[in-house]
């Protein structure tokens, strides 16, 4: 059973998007499955790293496209980036035990389905319009 599973509801009508979103499940999803086996505080602190560097990567992705295409809603959509590395940036500083609670998974998972749904979907019309898929 996977925690979280894309599906085309999720769309944003640009595949390059949609491909990093589908690989940031995959990541989320591979992370709950060690937060589940393991208490090896290594290797979840290295899955974390992994985590956080893809989320960013895929956030600046969405940001470049922003400034390219002159998106109207960029400065609120990029607050709201700025929100979940601040987080992300906390949880990374968690040590020993505190690592081994599922509220970075909870997070992770309303943050992300959320996000989205919502934020995200907003710039679909404005990115197909401009030639963008
Ligand atoms: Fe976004």
């Given at each position: 059973m996977f925690l979280i599973e894309w599906k085309s509801d999720y769309s944003v009508g640009v595949q390059e998007l949609d491909d990093q979103h589908k690989k940031m499940f995959v990541l989320i999803n591979q992370f709950y499955e060690l937060m589940k086996e393991t208490k090896d505080i290594k290797n979840i602190e290295k899955m974390l790293g992994e985590l956080s560097d893809y989320g960013k990567y895929h956030l600046e992705t969405e940001e470049?496209?922003?400034?390219?295409?002159?998106?109207?809603?960029?400065?609120?959509?990029?607050?709201?980036?700025?929100?979940?590395?601040?987080?992300?940036?906390?949880?990374?500083?968690?040590?020993?035990?505190?690592?081994?609670?599922?509220?970075?998974?909870?997070?992770?998972?309303?943050?992300?389905?959320?996000?989205?749904?919502?934020?995200?979907?907003?710039?679909?019309?404005?990115?197909?319009?401009?030639?963008?898929?």
């Open positions: 470049k496209l922003f400034a390219e295409y002159g998106y109207p809603e960029k400065e609120d959509h990029q607050k709201i980036h700025d929100a979940y590395r601040a987080k992300i940036g906390e949880f990374l500083q968690k040590k020993d035990d505190a690592l081994l609670s599922f509220e970075i998974i909870d997070f992770l998972e309303d943050w992300w389905l959320g996000h989205i749904a919502s934020t995200d979907k907003k710039y679909q019309k404005f990115f197909n319009e401009k030639g963008l898929e």
